[in-house]
């Protein structure tokens, strides 16, 4: 009789040359590892019983009033009302077969958004209400660290993160 050990063929060594040779740069890998870790430390806050939950929540409900006070900001300007439908229209045009046609509306994206971005840099409600959003993010940031402070396997993760950052710097092209 024959096992399924011996009939199993042998699964290519990970240390391979092909292997190593598709490796992605090391800040890539950081990257990705970071982006791991902050999913994990995500899991690992939610599931867990901790007072600081409304605190996440409140700062979540907060950063969905940012996010809907700069879209309607943003779609009270005529200008801003008139790319934005332009844009839209622009996006059903897209064409699985016509790659000419593609090129040419994904050019007019292009300027479209930069004409959207030179607006809305020059309008203070548009960049008071990005600022919000953005202040809202990093509470939820904020909060979220302060709670994996107090649960062991999350310090464990959060000082990890930590570490991942100061080698990204140290990565970064001093300018």
């Known amino acids: 009789m024959i096992s399924c050990k011996d009939i199993k063929e042998e699964e290519p060594d990970s240390s391979s040359s092909a292997t190593q040779a598709k490796k992605a740069h090391p800040a890539i890998e950081l990257v990705r590892r970071k982006v791991g870790l902050e999913k994990q430390l995500e899991s690992i806050i939610a599931k867990a019983d901790l007072s600081g939950q409304t605190q996440i929540k409140k700062a979540e409900a907060k950063a969905r009033e940012a996010d809907q006070h700069f879209l309607a900001v943003q779609n009270q300007h005529p200008q801003l009302q008139k790319l ?31 004409e959207i971005f030179k607006i809305s840099s020059t309008l203070p409600e548009l960049q008071a209400a990005r600022n919000a959003q953005a202040q809202a993010r990093k509470a939820i940031h904020n909060t979220r660290r302060q709670l994996a402070d107090k649960i062991p396997r999350a310090k464990a993760i959060l000082e990890e993160l930590s570490e991942i950052d100061t080698k990204l710097a140290a990565q970064r092209p001093q300018s």
């Open 84 to 114: 934005l439908k332009k844009a839209a229209r622009l996006r059903g045009r897209y064409s699985p077969t016509n790659s000419a046609q593609n090129a040419k509306t994904t050019a007019m994206m292009q300027e479209i958004n930069t």
